[in-house]
């Protein structure tokens, strides 16, 4: 609860911030982040090219399709309706929200930001009351400017939805996370332990291990079994990725059904570290931006 007051008070601050300061305070941001400095006029890393996206790339449609609620529809008419997780519900606020009629299990979210999930395993030991102070105060913060510029989120109608919630053999649900670049699917990364010790495996489109990471997580102990029908999931992303220079879609695999879960255009918002460091040079020569339009 205190994190997200403090993120809500720093976001409002940000927000506030006359424009020219505030890309003085991303290339700080960035600098802390990554290590060194930003040089505006010669972007060539893949988290330098993060930043000029951030600011100039304002296409409408990230902003439809990074609203988890309204980016179900054009999922739909994209891929068909049976790659969405079932949804319980969708509310404009959480005092709306009649838990009675949901299921035992569920997975309630904000639609506008980035982290605002809560999954509930067994209702009977819900605390609703403290999840109302949860979701009241995630529904204040405008993320667009909560981590670092990510500006697609600001004019999204905020909304909190509940979908069915589902898990592997593995007791979690693995995010599949297909960095795409002009129109295709170059990796995909899988994370493990995000409540425990967290792990990420970088792979090719062979299934082969990579040998970058994204942030200070490692790779998992165990290998990742390449998941069924991962040609479906290929092609998928590649749908989904049509028309954007960059964009990282993530989707799900349940023993060979796979389910939408998001798209990502500020992925890490640019803040996190490529490991090593010359691949984030290698995957900024797969990003074509334009700096003159």
């Known amino acids: 609860m205190r994190t997200s007051r403090k ?3 720093k976001a409002y601050v940000i927000k506030h911030t006359p424009a020219f300061l505030q890309k003085r305070l991303n290339s700080f941001l960035y600098k802390r982040a990554i290590g060194r400095s930003l ?15 951030k600011f100039y790339d304002r296409d409408q449609m990230k902003t439809l399709l ?3 609620y309204l980016v179900r529809e054009w999922v739909s008419k994209k891929i068909g309706k049976e790659f969405l997780i079932p949804l319980i ?10 838990f009675n009629s949901l299921p035992n299990q569920f997975v309630l979210k904000t639609n506008h930001g980035s982290g605002s999930v809560l999954i509930v395993k067994d209702k009977e030991k819900f605390d609703i009351a403290n999840a109302r102070k949860l979701f009241n105060d995630w529904m204040s913060i405008d993320y667009a400017y909560a981590t670092g510029f990510e500006l697609q989120y600001s ?6 939805i509940a979908e069915k919630y589902l898990e592997t053999d593995l007791g979690e649900l693995q995010d599949y996370k297909f960095l795409c670049f002009d129109g295709k699917p170059y990796y995909c990364w899988v994370d493990l332990g995000r409540f425990g010790k967290h792990t990420r495996n970088v792979y090719n489109l062979d299934w082969e291990l990579q040998p970058w990471n994204q942030y200070t997580y490692g790779n998992s102990k165990d290998p990742i079994p390449k998941p069924k029908n991962f040609e479906k999931m290929v092609e998928i992303a590649t749908s989904l990725c049509q028309g954007f220079s960059h964009v990282r879609v993530d989707l799900y ?14 992925n890490g918002c640019g803040f996190d ?3 090593p460091d010359e691949y984030d040079y290698i995957l900024g020569q797969l990003w074509n931006i334009n700096t003159k339009d």
């Not at 969708?90 to 009649?98: G, M, N, Q, R, T």
């Not at 004019?155 to 909190?160: A, E």
């Not at 023993?255 to 998001?262: A, K, N, P, R, S």
């Open 7 to 9: 993120l809500r008070i």
């Open 39 to 53: 040089n505006w006029k010669n972007l060539n890393a893949y988290t330098e090219k993060m930043q000029w996206a």
């Open 66 to 68: 990074s609203d988890k």
């Open 89 to 98: 519900g969708v509310w404009d606020k959480f005092s709306e929200i009649d």
């Open 155 to 160: 004019n999204i109608k905020r909304k909190i």
């Open 253 to 266: 695999n349940i023993d060979g059904v796979i389910y939408f879960g998001e798209m990502t255009f500020t």
């Open 273 to 275: 570290k490529i490991i």
